[in-house]
Nanobody, 116 residues
């Protein structure tokens, strides 16, 4: 079992920055990759960024160059540094973990609101 807890969301003005954190506990050695997804009201959940256990990253075109995903030294925390935020980045951001056997775990989500 893997338990994921997100933190760091909040209200920020356009052009501002936020850093989200996702702390994993439980069988973290089984995690193959972790990622951030987001869901805006009335829209489907979409990929934001992912990072594998080997450090390979992948970004949605809409955030490439503005957001950076990284892992902490202890490998049980994943961060999403979000810069140059836009109103269209407003959404609930979810952390996702996938094990080597294909099991999927989600966090409870953290709200990010970009507004003046």
């Amino acid at each position: 079992q893997v338990h994921l807890v997100e933190s760091g969301g909040g209200l920020v003005q356009p052009g501002g920055s936020l850093r989200l954190s996702c702390a994993a506990s439980g069988s973290i050695e089984s995690i193959y990759y972790m990622g951030w997804y987001r869901q805006a009201p009335g829209k489907q959940r979409e990929l934001v960024a992912t990072i594998t256990s080997g450090g390979s990253t992948n970004y949605a075109d809409s955030v490439n160059g503005r957001f950076t995903i990284s892992r902490g030294d202890a490998k049980n925390t994943v961060y999403l540094q979000m810069n140059s935020l836009k109103p269209e980045d407003t959404a609930v951001y979810y952390c996702k973990g996938v094990t080597g056997t294909g099991r999927v775990y989600w966090g409870q989500g953290t709200q990010v609101t970009v507004s003046s």
